[in-house]
């Protein structure tokens, strides 16, 4: 039986129920998708709902003598699942995870008696699978296996370490956040747990040891569909940290965008005379003998042109994320003053409007920075997979003419509805940037480097 609740929830939060229904998915018909009008329980309206049962395949749990890819004839029939020539075979099954949660090490003690109760939690997408607790322990070993089915390769494991605690909800111990195509199969990582908001370390590490098979076509085509959405999301509150980072993020575009207009104008302008006369002779040369088809091979250009500074270690990708890292302590310390005092409450009724600022500011840095670091070659497999797309769009502009291109795209969009009345509008485009990290998810994916002093709690205590 699914049980159905309908809440209802302000910037308040406070919640109150609208209604609840039932489902009896027993007697529902397997891969179908079934409409349904559900009535609301001691409520008026009712639910309408899309629901389909498919069978779960991919995702255990078991101990370590017994892991799926420790067999060696079950990983062998895992890997040909995947091979090349299986590609156009259930378009939706990417990939396979197996992840061997050991051990962590020198956990926070979260209750008074100096001990913790530890358990981890694991997330990719949409799926979640926790571990077993073990009790008045700050070194647990857990020593599981659990696997997971592989829908974008571009998704993030994350892993959290929480405290049971009774009927009260579990206390946050440190967090990591691993993404798919960073992986190294096969070899057991220590990883350093970090905050809530993944930007600087927390008290503790975790051992963990992955494997990941995927099929590439799979996932070049996954790309430039649209992103499953999360079911659970937190709620956004205003922030002062957030709110001035994302200003100067935006900053930094804006700033990058307008020098480059600057420079473009003082070429017109003749301030310096072999500078004009450079611009000139490559604006005529450019314009006589440009064809559309050069416009992708240009960027096939920067791409190579950005690989040569990455691979001799002249440019590092990691330099804005590092900037990202020193985030001023002080700001947080006035989030939380500004919090005691009520400022959530004074400002509520223009709350709604300064976290739609703030959320737009987000979505702008986020959209300029995916374009950098596309280009920066930040996740290779992206950066290849783009490569491919302009070398393919290169040949197709040189050899059928544009009208033609233009026509099918539009025959296509007009009647992608016709095909498929539940098909959902996207943009690839669009889409293939959404799987590139903006700088401030390089930040929150980025693994720390064990380190043998002391936590920052008590560097924090030591320097008051």
């Not at 939060?13 to 998708?33: F, S, Y």
């Not at 008696?113 to 647990?140: A, R």
């Given at each position: ?65 017994v892991c799926p890819l420790g067999d060696p004839n079950e990983r062998q029939q895992i890997s040909q699942r995947y091979c090349i020539k299986n590609s156009f075979r259930d378009m939706k099954d990417v990939g396979f995870l197996q992840v061997k949660v050991l051990k962590a ?194 960027l096939l250009v920067l791409f190579a042109y950005n690989f040569s500074l990455v691979t001799t270690g002249k440019v590092n990708n990691a330099q804005d994320a590092q900037e990202l890292m020193g985030l001023d302590e002080d700001e947080d310390e006035d989030d939380k003053e ?40 930040t996740v290779p497999f992206l950066s290849v997979l783009a490569c491919l797309v302009l070398a393919a769009a290169t040949v197709i502009l040189y050899f059928i003419p544009l009208r033609y291109i233009v026509l099918i795209w539009g025959i296509n969009k007009f009647t992608k ?48």
């Amino acid at each position: 039986m699914l049980d159905i609740e309908v809440w209802r929830k302000d910037n308040k939060k406070h919640e109150e129920l609208l209604g609840r229904c039932h489902v009896d998915i027993t007697a529902m018909p397997a891969k179908q998708t079934n409409c349904l009008e559900l009535p609301l329980e001691k409520h008026p309206g009712s639910l309408l709902m899309l629901i389909a049962v498919t069978p779960c395949t991919g995702v255990s749990i078991s101990d370590l003598c017994v892991c799926p890819l420790g067999d060696p004839n079950e990983r062998q029939q895992i890997s040909q699942r995947y091979c090349i020539k299986n590609s156009f075979r259930d378009m939706k099954d990417v990939g396979f995870l197996q992840v061997k949660v050991l051990k962590a090490v020198d956990l926070m003690a979260a209750d008074f008696s100096g001990k913790s109760d530890p358990f981890c939690v694991l997330e990719l997408g949409n799926d979640m699978l926790q571990t077993h607790t073990v009790y008045k322990n700050l070194n647990p070993e857990w020593n599981k296996v659990f696997t997971f089915p592989i829908k974008d390769i571009h998704d993030v494991l994350e892993v959290t370490v929480f405290d049971e605690d009774g009927d009260k909800p579990p206390d946050f111990l440190g967090k990591v956040a691993i993404p798919l195509l960073s992986i190294r199969n096969g070899k057991q990582s220590c990883y350093t747990l970090k905050n809530k908001d993944l930007e600087r370390a927390s008290k503790g590490v975790i051992y963990l040891e992955l494997d990941v098979l995927f099929n590439p076509i799979k996932a070049s085509i996954r790309t430039f569909k649209p992103r499953e959405k999360r079911f659970t999301e937190e709620n956004r509150k205003f922030s002062k940290k957030i709110l001035s980072r994302n200003v100067d993020r935006v900053k930094k575009i804006t700033m990058a965008i307008w020098n480059t207009i600057q420079f473009l104008w003082s070429c017109f302008l003749w301030e310096s005379t072999v500078k004009s006369l450079i611009a000139f002779v490559v604006f005529v040369v450019t314009v006589w003998t440009v064809e559309l088809y050069m416009v992708p091979l240009a960027l096939l250009v920067l791409f190579a042109y950005n690989f040569s500074l990455v691979t001799t270690g002249k440019v590092n990708n990691a330099q804005d994320a590092q900037e990202l890292m020193g985030l001023d302590e002080d700001e947080d310390e006035d989030d939380k003053e500004s919090e005691k005092k009520g400022l959530i409450e004074r400002i509520h009724m223009v709350q709604e409007i300064i976290i739609a600022v703030q959320s737009i500011l987000e979505e702008i840095a986020s959209f300029g920075e995916r374009i950098k670091n596309t280009f920066n070659w930040t996740v290779p497999f992206l950066s290849v997979l783009a490569c491919l797309v302009l070398a393919a769009a290169t040949v197709i502009l040189y050899f059928i003419p544009l009208r033609y291109i233009v026509l099918i795209w539009g025959i296509n969009k007009f009647t992608k509805k016709l095909r498929n009345p539940y098909a959902i509008d996207n943009n690839e485009l669009l889409d293939f940037l959404s799987r590139v990290p903006s700088d401030v998810q390089k930040v929150q994916q980025a693994e720390l480097k064990p380190s043998s002093s002391s936590s920052p709690i008590r560097k924090k205590r030591s320097a008051l």
